[in-house]
Each structure stands twice: as C-alpha cells, then as structure tokens.
C-alpha cells in the first residue's frame, strides 16, 4: 500500500511540474546560456591548441633541419681537409 501511495505522489509530482513549469523554455535557456559559451569556449580551446601545436613542431623541425646542415657542413669540411685547425 505504501509504495502504490509513493508511485502516486512521483505522478502527481511530475503531472504538477510537467503542467505548470515551462520546461521547454527552461531547456531554451539552458541551452543558450550554458551549451552555447561552452561549445564557443572549447571551439576556442582546439584552435589555440592546435596553433600552437602546429608552430611548435614546425619550430621543432626548423631546429632539426639546421642542426642537420651544420653536421653535414662539419663533416664535408672535415673530409675535405679544408676546416681551419687551431693550435694551442
């Protein structure tokens, strides 16, 4: 008898709040205050962290080809024997 008396009251419950809460227009706002900023913010979010992804790894690859180019350089001068020796 107690439970059947519970599972009436949640109905009415939910009938009262159905018929007299706007829930749709609740929903609208929720949806324009808080869904809309945080798809806007995270949007934000991948752009600066993809633009910064992609400058430091276009930085990466500047500083791995110029190391590449003096160790190259280095070496042909070596071979060539036309590097300048320093004597101490």
Known sequence: MMN???LLIGVAGV???V???PILDLLYLFFMIV???LMLMLSIGMITANT???ITQQGNDFFATMK???NHYRETENLSGGG???SA
């Open 4 to 6: 059947l008396l519970r």
């Open 15 to 17: 009938g009262l709040i």
């Open 19 to 21: 018929k007299f809460t």
């Open 35 to 37: 869904c809309i900023p």
């Open 52 to 54: 910064f992804n992609l």
């Open 68 to 70: 590449e180019r003096v």
């Open 84 to 86: 300048k020796e320093v």
